[in-house]
């Protein structure tokens, strides 16, 4: 590359599109570092921080926390890590997200992974995943739906006018889904 900013992915696609699932291959094979943003808005949550109710009740109506709370942690994780590589996981959400990502990191993603579900299937898996987060009853499931269509998939019709988004079916078994996800990623092998 270039410039000596990181490689930035960011993996976008429903609740329960199968982002997590499919980060943890690229990681193993790719040695990409993964960070999702609910995983990191899930453990702010917990430490007792100030705004961690907030970010409680946020995360169990669906609802979109503030990006600078979203964009310390992630700084602070990519920094932590010490890797080049990165799959930002369920993040930029909105348009405010990724306006302020671009503005504070100063950098764009490399390009877009969006894996594409239909609700249904997605709302199958979610209620059968049963880790214990707060989200996955069907009254929040529903919230997140919303949510997603009407402010997260105009960020990736956003990166689509870019030519940025990598588009992958996601309502197939995680061993073809990740067959088509991996090819995307071999430029990146290094
Ligand atoms: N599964 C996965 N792939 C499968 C396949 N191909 N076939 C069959 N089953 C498959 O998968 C979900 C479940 O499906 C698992 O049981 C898995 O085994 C199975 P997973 O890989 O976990 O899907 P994922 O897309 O990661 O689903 P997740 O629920 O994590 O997506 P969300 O986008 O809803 O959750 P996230 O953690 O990103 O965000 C949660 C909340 O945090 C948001 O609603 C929001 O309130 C808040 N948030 C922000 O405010 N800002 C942010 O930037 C990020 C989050
Ligand atoms: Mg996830």
């Not at 503005?103 to 490399?110: E, I, P, Q, T």
């Not at 877009?112 to 989200?135: A, Q």
Request: hydrophobic letters at 35%.
């Amino acid at each position: 590359k270039a410039s000596a900013n990181p490689t930035v992915v960011f993996v976008l696609g429903g609740p329960g599109a199968g982002k997590g699932t499919q980060c943890s291959n690229i990681v193993r094979d790719y040695g990409f570092c993964h960070l999702s943003a609910g995983d990191l808005l899930r453990a702010h949550m917990k430490s007792g921080s100030k705004d961690g109710n907030m970010v409680a009740e946020m995360i169990k109506n669906g609802q979109i926390v503030p990006s600078e709370v979203t964009i310390l942690l992630l700084q602070k994780a990519m920094k932590e890590s010490g890797k080049d590589k990165f799959l930002i996981d369920g993040f930029p959400r909105n348009a405010e997200n990724r306006d302020a990502f671009e503005k504070v990191m100063g950098f764009d993603c490399d390009f877009v992974l969006f894996f594409d579900c239909p609700e249904d299937v997605m709302e199958t898996r979610l209620l059968g995943r049963n880790e214990g987060r707060t989200d996955d009853n069907i009254e929040s499931i529903r919230k997140r739906f919303k949510v997603f269509i009407e402010s997260s998939m105009p960020v990736v019709q956003y990166y689509e006018s870019l030519g940025k988004v990598n588009r992958v079916i996601a309502n197939k078994s995680p061993e073809a889904v990740y067959a088509d996800t991996k090819k995307l990623f071999d430029p990146y092998l290094k």
